[in-house]
């Protein structure tokens, strides 16, 4: 079994920037690691996924403003939101293998 912990969330203004990481407790080296977000009343959305072999792709309403990133030496995946919008309010998941795995999430919250 698989352990991810999330962590970086938190309050900012709009047009701020947050770094989030998912560390897990064994190798991520054979996964697929995307990150999910849901705001309340919402259901849960792709926000960002990185494949084993280091291809990303992005949500449309993300693309230029969010880089998801992969450590494997560190066991560790990150979410740099750059630009952040009170729209991006979520709590943000990280799972890996395709939904095999779930953290238990971080809230990133965005308000002046």
């Known amino acids: 079994q698989v352990q991810l912990v999330e962590s970086g969330g938190g309050l900012v203004q709009p047009g701020g920037s947050l770094r989030l990481s998912c560390a897990a407790s064994?190798?991520?080296?054979?996964?697929?690691v995307a990150w999910h977000r849901r705001a309340p009343g919402k259901q849960c959305e792709l926000v960002a996924a990185?494949?084993?072999?280091?291809?990303?792709n992005y949500a449309d309403s993300v693309k230029g403003r969010f880089t998801i990133s992969r450590d494997n030496a560190k066991n560790t995946v990150y979410l740099q939101m750059n630009s952040l919008k009170p729209e991006d309010t979520a709590v943000y998941y990280c799972?890996?293998?395709?939904?095999?795995?779930w953290g238990q999430g971080t809230q990133v919250t965005v308000s002046s």
């Open positions: 799972n890996f293998g395709y939904g095999a795995y």
């Open positions: 064994g190798s991520i080296n054979q996964y697929t």
């Open positions: 990185v494949t084993r072999g280091g291809s990303t």
